[in-house]
């Protein structure tokens, strides 16, 4: 252990993490700026387990960042069949098209 | 045989089954046969019955078939009574029915305009005869009712039957609606019975009828007057009868001048226990008999379509036997109601022969010197009219009349036989007037007759009853209800009631027929007056139309948006309201969704916080 950063200063990292990955996912219209939004959203809670598992000294916040990364895996999966979809059916890659579903 | 009384009414139920099914597609002679048939088989199903009912000795006759409805206490039961007072109505329902259904193949067969209204027409009269029966039969206030409405019905639509005319459809609904104002009455009277008694059983509920509180009594025999009044025709509900005229002559003999008119005067002789608890409501009765007596004799003075001088003649006389009830000659007015039915329906039909021979010409102005032409329906009419006006001795009207006078004169004093022998005057005058324009003077219009038997011969046998039944009738009557014993002809209030017809004829012949010469009078402005007064028959129409029909016509009009309806409206549309603001937030947008959900988490995390 040579240099200990306080765990605050990681939640600071995790917390703006998570805030770009939002300003991405809302602000991007193309599915896959979109999709890798979410990825970093997704490492931004990672973050945030493992500092705060290494703060209590419990393994508890490794198991939980193995499972956002089986997560993040399935999520790949099927999003990247909605991206084949959508590039198939509208011939564009920006959500924006497809808004069919509207009240 | 007795048992076998459901037959009467189950008969003319087939018939109208049979040709409602058929949808008029059967041949126009078997509908003839199945029209008439029914009726005819019911009716000797019914004579035989009635004759073993009365060798059987006893007072009445029950026959149970099935409960109509059980609710807990409340089990109205399809019973068929036969009583005295029952017998004669089915007598009188099925008897003169089949004649006038026999005469209605004849005449229908030549009046019906599309191709299945034939079908139709006894489809409809066939119906009638079944609720007819059940209104008389029934041996519960609930079943009557069911007659009562069923009867309705049919008035309506054979009053309607020559559809193609907006008029003839007009007085059809005149006629459900304002009858339809009696039927409210007679309906409300039947609850409260229900709810003093607990009993609809007609049997049941005027045995404990003596329960009753004088005021209580009081008022449910007023509201079954007003229903009475209503199908009656009498005043102040009997604007519907004259426009009834519009549907086939057959329809005007049996519904409206035979049997459905006189249903008014059956319930309150059946009811007759309740009403002698009440004095003052049968003083109504009386009144409103002797009210109508005398405003349909005098219309009848003035009117020139022939059918309708009939349907105010069988006003007054409906007339003269709720005078009856109300003074108590319970008999004489059930007796009055049996020749009326002869005599009326005989005159009905003659006039619909009249009618069809001069190609439905009404107006008694355009007919004249028709005697010799005619000489079926002159003779039917001069038997006819005989009757009505009471000739003495040798007419059944004279004996039903005399009873019904002289029984008034001894309980009720002078008032009511003047006002009687008045009318019997004035009825005297205007079937006079009637039988000397239609049948004599100069010809007008070339008739065509052709009658065949089924058209004459119910004639034959009408005419024939409308004489011998008056003291055949007595007899078997007087046997039967009691009451109608031995009338002293002699005693001078028996020589003037017998008199004042003889000199309405006497009157009648010298005026009409020019030898008293009254265009002085008809034609100044006080005749004149006084003449369209009595025309419009005193002006009830008018009367109705301006404090009535108008003003609920203007409350229709002002209301075309509904008020009430508005609240419902509001409701509908604060929903579809909300619905679409809701709905915009549905934009579809995969990014919009993302942001809500966002702030809604923010949202959520500040409330944790405590800082919202």
């Not at chain 2, 059967?26 to 048939?37: H, M, N, R, T, W």
């Not at chain 2, 049997?259 to 226990?273: E, K, S």
């Not at chain 2, 709720?322 to 003074?327: D, Q, R, W």
């Not at chain 2, 034959?460 to 409308?466: M, P, Q, R």
């Given at each position: 252990?040579?240099?200990?950063?306080?765990?605050?200063?990681?939640?600071?990292?995790?917390?703006?993490?998570?805030?770009?990955?939002?300003?991405?996912?809302?602000?991007r219209?193309?599915?896959?700026?979109?999709?890798?939004?979410l990825e970093v959203?997704?490492?931004a809670?990672g973050?945030?387990?493992?500092?705060?598992?290494?703060?209590?000294?419990q393994?508890?916040?490794?198991?939980?960042?193995?499972?956002?990364?089986?997560?993040a895996a399935?999520?790949?999966?099927?999003?990247?069949?909605?991206?084949?979809?959508?590039?198939?059916?509208?011939?564009?890659l920006?959500?924006?098209?497809?808004?069919?579903?509207?009240? | 045989?007795?048992?076998?009384?459901?037959?009467?009414?189950?008969?003319?139920?087939l018939?109208?089954?049979?040709?409602?099914?058929t949808?008029?597609k059967?041949?126009?002679?078997?509908?003839?046969?199945?029209?008439?048939?029914t009726?005819?088989?019911?009716?000797?199903?019914?004579?035989?019955a009635?004759?073993?009912?009365?060798?059987?000795?006893?007072?009445?006759?029950?026959?149970?078939?099935?409960t109509w409805?059980?609710?807990?206490?409340?089990q109205?039961?399809?019973t068929?009574?036969l009583?005295?007072l029952?017998?004669?109505?089915?007598?009188?329902i099925?008897?003169?029915?089949?004649?006038?259904?026999?005469?209605a193949?004849g005449?229908?067969?030549?009046?019906?305009?599309?191709?299945?209204?034939?079908?139709?027409?006894?489809?409809?009269?066939n119906?009638?005869?079944?609720?007819?029966?059940?209104?008389?039969l029934?041996?519960?206030?609930?079943?009557?009712?069911?007659?009562?409405?069923?009867v309705?019905?049919?008035?309506?639509?054979?009053?309607?039957?020559?559809h193609?005319?907006?008029?003839?459809g007009?007085?059809?609904?005149?006629a459900?609606?304002?009858?339809?104002?009696?039927?409210?009455?007679?309906?409300?009277g039947?609850?409260?019975l229900?709810r003093?008694?607990?009993?609809?059983?007609?049997q049941?509920?005027?045995?404990?009828?003596?329960?009753?509180?004088?005021?209580?009594?009081?008022?449910?025999?007023?509201?079954?007057?007003?229903?009475?009044?209503?199908k009656?025709?009498?005043?102040?509900?009997?604007t519907?009868?004259?426009?009834?005229?519009?549907?086939?002559?057959?329809?005007?003999?049996?519904?409206h001048?035979?049997?459905?008119?006189?249903?008014?005067?059956?319930?309150?002789?059946?009811?007759?226990?309740?009403?002698?608890l009440?004095?003052?409501?049968?003083?109504y009765?009386?009144?409103?008999?002797?009210?109508t007596l005398?405003?349909?004799?005098?219309?009848a003075?003035?009117?020139?379509?022939?059918?309708?001088?009939l349907?105010?003649?069988?006003?007054?006389?409906?007339g003269?036997?709720?005078?009856?009830?109300?003074?108590?000659?319970?008999?004489?007015a059930i007796?009055?109601?049996m020749?009326?039915?002869f005599?009326?329906?005989?005159?009905?039909?003659?006039?619909?022969?009249?009618i069809?021979?001069?190609?439905?010409?009404?107006d008694?102005?355009?007919m004249g010197?028709?005697?010799?032409?005619?000489?079926v329906?002159?003779?039917?009419?001069?038997?006819?009219?005989?009757?009505?006006?009471?000739?003495?001795?040798?007419?059944?009207?004279?004996?039903?009349?005399?009873?019904?006078?002289?029984?008034?004169?001894?309980?009720?004093?002078?008032?009511?036989?003047?006002?009687?022998?008045l009318?019997?005057?004035?009825?005297a005058?205007?079937?006079?007037?009637?039988?000397?324009?239609?049948?004599?003077?100069?010809?007008?219009?070339?008739?065509?007759?052709?009658?065949?038997i089924?058209?004459?011969?119910?004639l034959?046998?009408?005419?024939?009853?409308?004489i011998?039944g008056?003291?055949?009738g007595?007899?078997?009557?007087?046997?039967?209800?009691?009451?109608l014993?031995?009338?002293?002809?002699?005693?001078?209030?028996?020589?003037?009631?017998m008199?004042?017809?003889?000199?309405g004829?006497?009157?009648g012949?010298?005026v009409?027929?020019?030898?008293?010469?009254?265009?002085?009078?008809?034609?100044?402005?006080?005749?004149?007056?006084?003449r369209?007064?009595?025309?419009s028959?005193?002006?009830?129409?008018?009367?109705?139309?301006?404090?009535?029909v108008?003003?609920?016509?203007?409350?229709?009009?002002?209301?075309?948006?509904d008020?009430?309806?508005?609240?419902?409206?509001?409701?509908?549309?604060?929903?579809?309201?909300?619905?679409?603001?809701?709905?915009?937030?549905?934009?579809?947008r995969?990014?919009?969704?993302?942001?809500?959900?966002?702030?809604?988490?923010?949202?959520?995390l500040?409330?944790?916080?405590?800082w919202?």
């Open positions: 252990m040579a240099i200990s950063v306080p765990v605050e200063h990681v939640l600071y990292v995790a917390a703006l993490l998570f805030l770009m990955g939002l300003a991405g996912v809302l602000a219209r193309n599915v896959m700026f979109l999709l890798m939004s959203m997704m490492n809670a973050l945030a387990f493992i500092a705060a598992g290494a703060k209590w000294g393994p508890d916040g490794q198991i939980m960042f193995m499972l956002i990364l089986a997560l399935a999520e790949v999966a099927v999003a990247l069949g909605l991206v084949l979809q959508l590039s198939r059916r509208y011939g564009t920006d959500v924006d098209s497809a808004s069919e579903l509207s009240g | 045989m007795l048992d076998l009384l459901w037959l009467v009414p189950a008969l003319p139920l018939g109208f089954l049979a040709l409602f099914a949808e008029g059967l041949p126009d002679k078997l509908v003839a046969v199945i029209g008439a048939g009726v005819g088989i019911a009716a000797l199903v019914a004579l035989f009635g004759r073993e009912f009365l060798q059987s000795g006893e007072p009445s006759f029950s026959l149970s078939l099935w409805i059980a609710v807990a206490d409340f109205p039961s399809i068929l009574y009583d005295a029952s017998l004669v109505m089915m007598g009188v099925t008897g003169v029915g089949f004649l006038i259904h026999l005469y193949t005449y229908m067969w030549k009046d019906h305009q599309e191709p299945a209204s034939y079908s139709r027409f006894f489809a409809y009269m119906l009638f005869v079944f609720a007819m029966l059940m209104l008389v029934g041996d519960n206030l609930l079943v009557l009712f069911l007659g009562w409405e069923g309705g019905l049919c008035s309506y639509l054979l009053i309607g039957f020559y193609r005319d907006a008029a003839n007009y007085a059809a609904r005149k459900f609606v304002v009858t339809r104002v009696g039927d409210t009455a007679f309906a409300l039947l609850f409260l229900f003093e008694l607990g009993s609809l059983e007609i049941q509920a005027l045995a404990a009828s003596s329960a009753l509180t004088p005021c209580m009594a009081t008022a449910i025999c007023l509201l079954l007057l007003g229903g009475a009044v209503g009656s025709a009498q005043v102040p509900l009997q519907w009868l004259p426009d009834a005229m519009a549907g086939p002559t057959p329809v005007s003999a049996l519904i001048a035979a049997t459905m008119v006189t249903a008014g005067v059956y319930l309150i002789a059946r009811m007759q226990d309740l009403y002698l009440s004095a003052n409501a049968q003083h009765v009386a009144v409103v008999g002797l009210a005398l405003i349909a004799s005098f219309t003075l003035t009117q020139r379509d022939i059918k309708r001088i349907a105010y003649s069988t006003m007054s006389q409906i003269y036997m709720f005078m009856a009830l109300g003074v108590g000659a319970w008999s004489a007796f009055h109601l020749t009326h039915a005599f009326k329906a005989l005159l009905f039909l003659a006039s619909g022969s009249v069809l021979a001069l190609h439905h010409e009404q008694i102005f355009k010197g028709l005697w010799k032409k005619l000489p329906p002159f003779w039917s009419m001069a038997i006819g009219s005989g009757a009505l006006v009471a000739l003495p001795f040798v007419t059944s009207g004279f004996y039903s009349k005399d009873a019904i006078l002289l029984t008034a004169y001894d309980t009720s004093g002078w008032l009511y036989w003047g006002g009687g022998v009318a019997a005057g004035l009825t005058l205007y079937t006079t007037r009637m039988m000397v324009i239609t049948f004599f003077g100069d010809a007008k219009t070339e008739p065509h007759e052709d009658s065949r089924n058209m004459w011969l119910p034959a046998v009408l005419g024939v009853l409308s011998v008056g003291w055949f007595i007899g078997v009557l007087d046997e039967l209800l009691g009451g014993g031995d009338f002293s002809h002699a005693s001078p209030v028996a020589v003037v009631t008199a004042v017809p003889l000199l004829i006497l009157l012949v010298l009409f027929s020019g030898r008293i010469d009254v265009a002085g009078f008809v034609e100044s402005k006080a005749g004149d007056a006084l369209r007064f009595f025309d028959g005193w002006a009830f129409d008018w009367l109705y139309e301006r404090v009535f108008k003003p609920f016509l203007w409350l229709a009009r002002v209301n075309k948006g008020v009430v309806d508005l609240i419902y409206t509001l409701t509908k549309s604060i929903t579809r309201g909300l619905h679409h603001t809701g709905a915009l937030t549905q934009t579809g995969l990014r919009w969704y993302a942001a809500n959900m966002a702030i809604g988490l923010i949202v959520v500040l409330l944790a916080a405590g919202l």
